[in-house]
């Protein structure tokens, strides 16, 4: 959701409202995104996950009330304030840059969870070394992040000829609450992804692009009008599994 470079937290925290309201009962987060990421990490129970990048806190909500133990950090401070009042006084959660030097040690967590946040950073590597060195070895990394061949497809359809196998800004404006904010994302090929897991030393589990939740139909019959299957174009997911040692 946020991330460490200045235009997405200074943004986030302008929408944070107005974006957790949102966020809290969409279709593509709500009967989407948090339903599968949930499904991908599967009996949580015992667990210590950090939700990196947990906003204003649904999904930290969900894996703690399916018996994990969550950190949550987020580089908006207004996002995180809308964290504390769902999730209490009690709950771990940290103001911390992605793109930095987590204030974690080495194999902390049996789970990291980040979930639609990669795409707002250039440069993976780091990000991605810290995220294995907090996990311990087998750790889990889940990853959900817009799907690379959605913006590439709607520019084709608007008649430009965008370059696919780049790594491509992207400036959208946002307006939420009464709030407008300039958000910049990333856009990278696919390979490009995965090149970046296994150069950070992680293995590839699973790629999964997975179908809505049953009920999203029936509540958002405008959205499913022209779509017959199961399934639609919007995020990405993988679960990645930390190795041991190098690799």
Known sequence: METAQSSPINAYDMIAEGYAAENEMSLPNAYYERPAMLELAGDVTGRRILDAGCGSG?????????????????????????????????????VADLAGPLPFPD??????????????LEDWGPTLAELRRVLKPGGRLLISVDHPFVIP????????????????????????????AQLSFWDRP???????????????????????????RELFPEEFREITGTRFLSF????????????
């Open 190 to 216: 696919l390979h490009a992804m995965t090149e970046a897991f296994t150069a950070a030393g992680f293995h590839i589990s699973a790629i999964s692009e997975p179908p809505f939740v049953p009920e999203a």
């Open 236 to 247: 990405l997911f993988f679960v990645l599994e930390a190795g041991n040692g190098t690799s």
């Open 107 to 120: 194999d902390a967590f049996d789970d990291v969870i980040a979930s639609l946040v990669l795409h707002y």
């Open 58 to 94: 649904p999904l930290f909500a969900a894996l703690r009330d399916r018996g994990a133990t969550v950190t949550g950090i987020d580089a908006s401070a207004g996002m995180l304030e809308l964290a504390r009042r769902r999730l209490g006084a009690d709950a771990d959660l940290r």
């Open 153 to 180: 497809f709607m520019r084709h359809l608007a008649g430009e000829k965008p370059n696919y196998f780049g790594t491509r800004n992207r400036t959208e404006e946002w307006t939420m609450g009464g709030q407008t």
